[in-house]
């Protein structure tokens, strides 16, 4: 059985960092994408970044590029999600979300979260001004 358990979200105040970890299990294919998604109340949910896990090709939106970077540890079967210079209007639960992909994987702009088969629960981000 797939599963994909976030965590390390948090209250933080603007400018500051928080990192997201992403641990999975039960992946029973080789090639695959792991994605982090957002969604803040009354409004849709978001792609914020992905990465591929055959050549590590990676995606961020652009509301978070420059600040956001994504990268994963095989060793701990972990993707995480390093988050600087937070803003208000990152406030949002973060989900981390994977598929099974092709190993010359492309990833979609922006992300779309039908593209993504599993899910983990979420982890809240709070980011006060």
């Known amino acids: 059985e797939v599963q994909l358990v976030e965590s390390g979200g948090g209250l933080v105040q603007a400018g500051g960092s928080l990192r997201l970890s992403c641990a999975r299990s039960g992946f029973t294919f080789d090639d695959y994408v792991i994605g982090w998604f957002r969604q803040a109340p009354g409004k849709e949910r978001e792609g914020v970044s992905c990465?591929?896990?055959?050549?590590?090709?990676?995606y961020y939106a652009d509301s978070v590029k420059g600040r956001f970077t994504i990268s994963s540890d095989n060793a701990k079967n972990t993707v995480y999600l390093q988050m600087n210079s937070l803003k208000p209007e990152d406030t949002a639960v973060y989900y981390c979300?994977?598929?099974?992909?092709?190993?010359?994987?492309?990833?979609?702009?922006?992300?779309?979260?039908?593209?993504?088969?599993?899910w983990g629960q979420g982890t809240q981000v709070t980011v006060s001004s």
């Open positions: 990465i591929s896990s055959s050549v590590g090709t990676t």
């Open positions: 979300a994977a598929s099974p992909a092709s190993s010359d994987y492309v990833p979609s702009a922006p992300l779309q979260f039908y593209e993504y088969d599993y």
